[in-house]
């Protein structure tokens, strides 16, 4: 990365269901549209309702399932006990069931809600789930999980692409019977145009070369607050577009719906608040990769009131969504506007086999399966700056291991820690200037 400056059943309702359906068929996705669209009781007719949400009776079912029985226990963990206390589950011979769900094409999160209502101990009920043909949760168990019998567990999965009209959700038993008490589907989003242009805390502007999109803070995700300011702003014609502006402790600016790509990335600043530097420091970080440290607008724009852009070409989205992170360190961070320029696709062979011959030796993973902790070791033939990213199999990352430097032939270990991560596959991507490999290993809790 470079900077530069300057057919389906139903049931139980029928109107219930053809309500739904025309519901979601008039759903005109936005470029991103983060509100729940979807929340299903499963196991039974009727809605639960708690914390304000109300889920409708179960709907999109395959018949090679049962309603489970209902429970009359207390719910630990939630204010909607009526949600966890029904559920579908598998025949009793423990054939797959799942939910095929009506949906435009799009990307979506899907939260699964769950409570063990049977069993006392954990290892007693254990089911895989896939959704998309992707399994997501692997050997899950539900007790395990949630720590305790008759207490709510729920799991986010993002990034979900359909592409077919509808969402499969699967649940496949392994010991006693697979179940679900509750789905959740969110976030339909479409894919992004590029260029991209967002203008933080702002209405939408126009200038000499981009259409700037209002700032209605989903993308910040709601944090920070929303300012502006008449100003003179020097260095720029858009004195407009540096007027208004996002700030808070931390920032994070995340746009879901990118094809798999490399991208180039504007920040945009000018420090109108504070007329003297070290006032506002700040980290700035693209991908989890931290960029600047103790980032002083005042100091990089060379005074008072002056717009400065900060571009970074060739920035990796392996998972579709760009995360960019503000942290202060003095004063509060702040961002005048986000726009993304360019992008370019990546293959599959791009990201899993780019390795020069002799640039490096990467072991194996060891144990792999593992829990809760897998080893490694490598060593670069060259000094290098070195980046080691765990993906799970959506593609979403779930943590960075090491993004620094590696001294020539000194052979480093590193730990993987799963930590509260759930079971299943995930991809530990190595990075260097030189080369570019990713293993496979697999969680078993």
């Given at each position: 990365?470079?900077?530069?400056?300057?057919?389906?059943?139903?049931?139980?309702?029928?109107?219930?269901?053809?309500?739904?359906?025309?519901?979601?068929?008039?759903?005109?996705?936005?470029?991103?549209?983060?509100?729940?669209?979807?929340?299903?009781?499963?196991?039974?007719?009727?809605?639960?309702?708690?914390?304000?949400?109300?889920?409708?009776?179960?709907?999109?079912?395959?018949?090679?399932?049962?309603?489970?029985?209902?429970?009359?226990?207390?719910?630990?963990?939630?204010?909607?006990?009526?949600?966890?206390?029904?559920?579908?589950?598998?025949?009793?011979?423990?054939?797959?069931?799942?939910?095929?769900?009506?949906?435009?094409?799009?990307?979506?999160?899907?939260?699964?809600?769950?409570?063990?209502?049977?069993?006392?101990?954990?290892?007693?009920?254990?089911?895989?789930?896939?959704?998309?043909?992707?399994?997501?949760?692997?050997?899950?168990?539900?007790?395990?999980?949630?720590?305790?019998?008759?207490?709510?567990?729920?799991?986010?999965?993002?990034?979900?692409?359909?592409?077919?009209?509808?969402?499969?959700?699967?649940?496949?038993?392994?010991?006693?019977?697979?179940?679900?008490?509750?789905?959740?589907?969110?976030?339909?989003?479409?894919?992004?145009?590029?260029?991209?242009?967002?203008?933080?805390?702002?209405?939408?502007?126009?200038?000499?070369?981009?259409?700037?999109?209002?700032?209605?803070?989903?993308?910040?995700?709601?944090?920070?607050?929303?300012?502006?300011?008449?100003?003179?702003?020097?260095?720029?014609?858009?004195?407009?577009?540096?007027?208004?502006?996002?700030?808070n402790n931390d920032i994070r600016f995340l746009l879901p719906g990118l094809e798999r790509g490399n991208y180039t990335v504007e920040l945009?600043?000018?420090?109108?608040?504070?007329?003297?530097?070290?006032?506002?420091?700040?980290?700035?970080?693209?991908?989890?990769?931290?960029?600047?440290?103790?980032?002083?607008?005042?100091?990089?724009?060379?005074?008072?009131?002056?717009?400065?852009?900060?571009?970074?070409?060739?920035?990796?989205?392996?998972?579709?969504?760009?995360?960019?992170?503000?942290?202060?360190?003095?004063?509060?961070?702040?961002?005048?506007?986000?726009?993304?320029?360019?992008?370019?696709?990546?293959?599959?062979?791009?990201?899993?086999?780019?390795?020069?011959?002799?640039?490096?030796?990467?072991?194996?993973?060891?144990?792999?399966?593992?829990?809760?902790?897998?080893?490694?070791?490598?060593?670069?033939?060259?000094?290098?700056?070195?980046?080691?990213?765990?993906?799970?199999?959506?593609?979403?990352?779930?943590?960075?291991?090491?993004?620094?430097?590696?001294?020539?032939?000194?052979?480093?270990?590193?730990?993987?820690?799963?930590?509260?991560?759930?079971?299943?596959?995930?991809?530990?991507?190595?990075?260097?200037?030189?080369?570019?490999?990713?293993?496979?290993?697999?969680?078993?809790?």
């Open positions: 990365m470079y900077r530069i400056t300057d057919t389906i059943p139903f049931r139980p309702n029928f109107l219930l269901s053809a309500l739904l359906l025309i519901f979601l068929f008039s759903f005109q996705s936005a470029v991103a549209q983060t509100g729940p669209i979807m929340r299903i009781n499963a196991g039974t007719a009727n809605e639960a309702t708690g914390d304000g949400e109300t889920y409708i009776g179960d709907s999109f079912f395959s018949e090679d399932s049962s309603v489970g029985p209902e429970s009359m226990n207390t719910i630990s963990n939630t204010n909607n006990d009526g949600l966890y206390q029904t559920e579908r589950i598998s025949n009793a011979s423990l054939s797959p069931f799942g939910y095929t769900i009506p949906l435009e094409n799009g990307t979506y999160s899907v939260t699964l809600h769950f409570a063990e209502t049977a069993f006392a101990n954990a290892g007693q009920r254990v089911f895989d789930v896939q959704i998309e043909g992707v399994t997501v949760l692997d050997n899950y168990d539900i007790l395990a999980e949630a720590g305790n019998s008759n207490t709510a567990v729920s799991e986010n999965i993002f990034n979900i692409q359909v592409s077919d009209d509808s969402l499969d959700i699967d649940f496949i038993s392994i010991v006693e019977r697979a179940k679900i008490s509750g789905i959740e589907i969110s976030g339909a989003v479409a894919d992004v145009s590029i260029p991209f242009a967002l203008n933080a805390g702002g209405i939408e502007y126009i200038s000499t070369d981009l259409t700037w999109m209002e700032d209605t803070g989903v993308y910040f995700l709601n944090e920070g607050t929303a300012f502006s300011k008449i100003a003179n702003i020097a260095g720029t014609e858009d004195d407009d577009l540096y007027e208004a502006e996002r700030f945009h600043f000018a420090e109108t608040f504070h007329q003297t530097s070290g006032q506002r420091l700040f980290d700035i970080a693209i991908e989890g990769v931290t960029e600047f440290t103790d980032y002083d607008i005042f100091v990089e724009a060379g005074g008072f009131s002056v717009a400065i852009v900060e571009e970074f070409q060739n920035v990796p989205v392996l998972d579709g969504i760009l995360n960019v992170t503000l942290s202060r360190s003095v004063g509060s961070a702040t961002i005048n506007a986000i726009a993304i320029t360019s992008a370019s696709s990546v293959s599959n062979e791009d990201v899993v086999d780019l390795a020069v011959p002799g640039s490096h030796k990467l072991t194996a993973a060891y144990p792999n399966p593992f829990n809760p902790q897998t080893q490694f070791s490598l060593s670069v033939a060259a000094t290098q700056q070195v980046r080691i990213n765990v993906y799970n199999l959506l593609g979403q990352h779930v943590q960075t291991m090491y993004n620094g430097t590696m001294a020539a032939q000194q052979e480093q270990t590193f730990s993987f820690e799963a930590g509260t991560l759930p079971s299943g596959i995930y991809l530990i991507q190595v990075q260097g200037e030189s080369f570019l490999e990713t293993q496979q290993v697999t969680l078993l809790k």
